[in-house]
């Protein structure tokens, strides 16, 4: 366990020492157009969320540690690639090899801590989302350290940093029963499984809700401080992980002492929703200028961090419960691929969401309805929530905790 959990702590590290970077190395550095900036993290999303499915299929079909051995090297070569090359075809090979590490290391590493815990997989996950927080926290801060190197050698110490955990996983992650697990996979249980595909569906308002500190609140952070903005989104995200990092245990705590895992997801979703009433009266007309400039900077701000704020309590209430919901609508079989789905839908979602929520800022701007985005995303985050809580009304969700409401948490409450 502990060296998944410092393995999940290098994977943020080392994305997050690199990729902050990235949109100004392609911009400035190598004077590509907006366009391809665009083309290149586009890819890398959609191949990490979309090609989740095959990372969870080869997982549980070569077993959890080849995959992720193999997930790490190839996102080795993958940076290395970013780093080296200066036309746009090796860009965008280099970001199809990086979004598709992701998807063969994430299920695997998720899987073999629902292994290793047991009944503990909730205060497993919790911890797990700690030791991501951290690396997330920490990984900027490491690029700002090197940014005396040219974004070529940035890129080779996060490479560095890949290949370093490629051997460590590849020395010491337990090999298991890897005859067992090179067995043919079917698709057949997955598709069949209609409670784990009607969860999918429901939670994929979470995922689109979580994105927006990568796609509506930059938005709306350049607008408040122009210049500025990277260091105001440097606040936001550090104020996201050291919340996360402090208070995690015990939100996790204090939700399994009272609700089931459906039940503190929706929750969760339902936060994660109401973060952006904030925003609501951010978009409302502003005061007159006073001559305060700074201060008024400061105080534009308040609403941005607020709504971060409770976007990381939503997230810490769903994510340690997330996959233990997924085991157990597993019934602990073909857990990797079934989370691979789960993240394919999640990722398809996103993709959506961020459209619409696109399409929906530039409208409001022109009919004079700046909280029309923000509106709708708290929608968003209700429907979803009701979703949860409907299933879970319906008992479709209940049959794997019927043996004990609270089965699912009993390490973590006893603790």
């Given at each position: 366990?502990?060296?998944?959990?410092?393995?999940?702590?290098?994977?943020?590290?080392?994305?997050?020492?690199?990729?902050?970077?990235?949109?100004?190395?392609?911009?400035?550095?190598?004077?590509?157009?907006?366009?391809?900036?665009?083309?290149?993290?586009?890819?890398?999303?959609a191949?990490?969320?979309?090609?989740?499915?095959?990372?969870?299929?080869?997982?549980?079909r070569?077993?959890?540690?080849?995959?992720?051995?193999?997930?790490?090297?190839?996102?080795?070569?993958?940076?290395?690639?970013?780093?080296?090359?200066?036309g746009?075809?090796?860009?965008?090979?280099a970001?199809?090899?990086?979004?598709?590490?992701?998807?063969?290391?994430?299920?695997?590493?998720?899987?073999?801590?629902?292994?290793?815990?047991?009944?503990?997989?909730?205060?497993?996950?919790?911890?797990?989302?700690?030791?991501?927080?951290?690396g997330?926290?920490?990984?900027?801060?490491?690029?700002?350290?090197?940014?005396?190197?040219?974004?070529?050698?940035?890129?080779?110490?996060?490479?560095?940093?890949?290949?370093?955990?490629?051997?460590?996983q590849a020395?010491?992650?337990?090999?298991?029963?890897?005859?067992?697990?090179?067995?043919?996979?079917?698709?057949?249980?997955?598709?069949?499984?209609?409670?784990?595909?009607?969860?999918?569906?429901?939670?994929?308002?979470?995922?689109?809700?979580?994105?927006?500190?990568?796609?509506a609140?930059?938005?709306?952070?350049?607008?408040?401080?122009?210049?500025?903005?990277?260091?105001?989104?440097?606040?936001?995200?550090?104020?996201?992980?050291?919340?996360?990092?402090?208070?995690?245990?015990?939100?996790?705590?204090?939700?399994?002492?009272?609700?089931?895992?459906?039940?503190?997801?929706?929750?969760?979703?339902?936060?994660?929703?109401?973060?952006?009433?904030?925003?609501?009266?951010?978009?409302?007309?502003?005061?007159?200028?006073?001559?305060?400039?700074?201060?008024?900077e400061?105080?534009?701000?308040?609403?941005?961090?607020?709504?971060?704020?409770?976007?990381?309590?939503?997230?810490?209430?769903?994510?340690?419960?997330?996959?233990?919901?997924?085991?157990?609508?597993?019934?602990?079989?073909?857990?990797?691929?079934?989370?691979?789905?789960?993240?394919?839908?999640?990722?398809?979602?996103?993709?959506?969401?961020?459209?619409?929520?696109?399409?929906?800022?530039?409208?409001?701007?022109?009919?004079?309805?700046?909280?029309?985005?923000?509106?709708?995303?708290?929608?968003?985050?209700?429907?979803?929530?009701?979703?949860?809580?409907?299933?879970?009304?319906?008992?479709?969700?209940?049959?794997?905790?019927?043996?004990?409401?609270?089965?699912?948490?009993?390490?973590?409450?006893?603790?």
């Amino acid at each position: 366990m502990r060296l998944l959990l410092s393995s999940q702590f290098a994977i943020k590290l080392g994305f997050n020492l690199l990729m902050p970077y990235l949109a100004g190395h392609l911009s400035h550095g190598l004077g590509m157009a907006a366009w391809v900036l665009g083309v290149v993290l586009g890819v890398r999303n959609a191949s990490q969320r979309g090609l989740s499915l095959v990372g969870g299929y080869l997982s549980d079909r070569l077993g959890c540690r080849t995959a992720v051995i193999a997930g790490c090297a190839l996102r080795t070569l993958g940076f290395a690639l970013l780093g080296t090359a200066t036309g746009v075809p090796a860009l965008v090979l280099a970001a199809a090899a990086t979004g598709f590490a992701g998807a063969l290391f994430d299920p695997g590493v998720r899987t073999l801590v629902s292994q290793a815990a047991g009944e503990g997989r909730v205060e497993a996950f919790a911890r797990f989302n700690i030791a991501g927080q951290a690396g997330l926290l920490l990984g900027p801060l490491a690029g700002l350290g090197l940014s005396w190197l040219p974004f070529p050698g940035i890129a080779m110490v996060a490479a560095a940093v890949f290949a370093a955990l490629t051997v460590v996983q590849a020395i010491w992650l337990p090999r298991g029963n890897q005859r067992r697990k090179a067995k043919p996979v079917r698709w057949g249980p997955v598709l069949r499984n209609k409670a784990f595909l009607c969860f999918s569906l429901a939670m994929v308002g979470s995922a689109v809700l979580a994105f927006q500190v990568y796609l509506a609140l930059p938005l709306v952070m350049e607008r408040a401080l122009g210049p500025e903005q990277n260091i105001g989104m440097s606040e936001m995200f550090a104020l996201s992980a050291l919340l996360v990092i402090t208070l995690q245990k015990r939100v996790s705590t204090w939700a399994a002492e009272r609700w089931t895992p459906p039940r503190a997801m929706a929750i969760g979703v339902a936060v994660l929703g109401l973060a952006f009433v904030p925003m609501v009266a951010f978009s409302t007309p502003t005061a007159p200028d006073l001559g305060y400039e700074e201060l008024a900077e400061h105080l534009a701000t308040l609403p941005m961090l607020a709504t971060a704020a409770l976007l990381a309590l939503g997230t810490m209430l769903i994510l340690p419960f997330e996959m233990d919901v997924i085991v157990r609508l597993a019934r602990g079989r073909l857990v990797a691929t079934h989370y691979g789905v789960y993240a394919t839908v999640s990722g398809l979602g996103i993709t959506a969401g961020s459209l619409v929520t696109g399409v929906i800022w530039d409208s409001a701007g022109s009919w004079g309805v700046a909280w029309l985005p923000w509106a709708t995303l708290v929608l968003i985050g209700v429907g979803s929530a009701l979703a949860v809580l409907l299933l879970d009304r319906l008992q479709v969700l209940a049959e794997p905790y019927r043996k004990g409401k609270h089965r699912a948490n009993t390490a973590l409450s006893r603790r």
